[in-house]
């Protein structure tokens, strides 16, 4: 199954290189400069897997994270972050990142990450499907 | 005195991380992108392996890239290099234009984050004056950050050079919210700063502009 993944980070050679890597790993990738911009690509569709710069011109990532789990709450983000220490990682994921990965990245390891965000997201909408169906169920007395 | 050298040698520490916490996350973007470039290659040959012919000028790329990132980070380490030597003599004789030239490079990305850049306009002659460098360097990063805040519209911050009368103006604009700048400079670090390098700070409304006036000969009290 082909993982459809938005990249956001400021760094266009990072962008470029990044997106060839995992394109070549069957990846279907998308990528964006802003988060300003991202959000406007998210409120169009929906990606199996966020990668998010934690530090950004504009809004940060911290913004970002927030604003998109506001459009998507069921959007599985993984930060990617300079900051060699984990306080923002953890506060995060307090806010609902999936996962976090410090950079310079391990593709692999950033690889599984983004299929078992994959799973976790197929994971929260079936849950969601079910819920409605049986919802349905109950209002129909049956 | 004894215990205003030791708040400024304090608010020094906190200036010295914050400038660190950038420059080590420009150096890590850098890192970033050249580990990228090492593993696409690493991706080529193992393509070529399975018989895909390898691109001699898509490899030229690849080193092309490395290299300006290298020469990019060096560039970044230079100047953390010449900040870090900024605290080696507690009194000397700077130029002015290059210690502010400094500031401007070593937060570029804190600029960045607000939308902004900082120009410092080269003055018809070398400036020099004497002083405790670090000091200064960490007032002046105040004064840009401050006029950088002041001034939510304008995406340029200018700097300029004026020498006055055995005093040198430092002088920024275009700042619009001169409540946020009397806000920020009655704060505790920059009256401490301004008092320890017995300077002053001018705000020019009119002129849309804050300045810092410097001694040109500075000695410890």
Known sequence: MTENVLLIDDEQDFLDIMSERMAARGFEVSTSMSAEDALGMIKKGAYDAIILDLQMPGMDGIEALKAIKEIQPEAQIILLTGHASVEKGVEAIKLGATDFIEKPADLESLTRKIKNAHAEKIMIVEKKEKEAVLDALKRFGM | ?221
């Open chain 2, 1 to 221: 005195m004894e215990n205003n050298q030791g708040r400024v040698a304090e608010a020094g520490t906190r200036f010295f991380g914050r400038i660190s916490a950038t420059v080590s996350h420009e150096i890590k973007n850098g890192l970033a992108v050249i580990n990228e470039n090492a593993g696409l290659l690493k991706d080529l040959i193992l393509m070529a392996e399975q018989g895909r012919p390898l691109d001699p000028a898509r490899i030229q790329r690849i080193a092309d890239k490395v290299l300006e990132r290298v020469d990019k980070a060096d560039h970044v380490v230079r100047n953390l290099n010449q900040f870090a030597h900024k605290v080696d003599d507690p009194i000397a004789t700077v130029d002015l234009s290059e210690s502010l030239n400094l500031m401007v490079e070593l937060t570029g990305r804190l600029a960045s984050n607000r939308g902004k850049t900082i120009r410092v306009a080269a003055p018809a002659s070398p400036v020099q004056i004497t002083t405790d460098p670090f000091a200064l360097l960490n007032l002046c990063w105040c004064a840009m950050e401050t006029a950088m805040d002041a001034a939510p519209e304008a995406p340029e911050i200018t700097v300029d050079i004026n020498t006055l009368s055995n005093t040198v103006e430092v002088r920024m604009g275009a700042v619009e919210d001169f409540d946020l700048v009397s806000g920020k400079f009655s704060e505790e670090t920059e009256k401490l700063l301004l008092s320890y390098l017995r300077a002053e700070f001018v705000q020019d409304v009119p002129g849309k502009a804050i300045a810092l006036v410097l001694p040109e000969k500075w000695s410890p009290a």
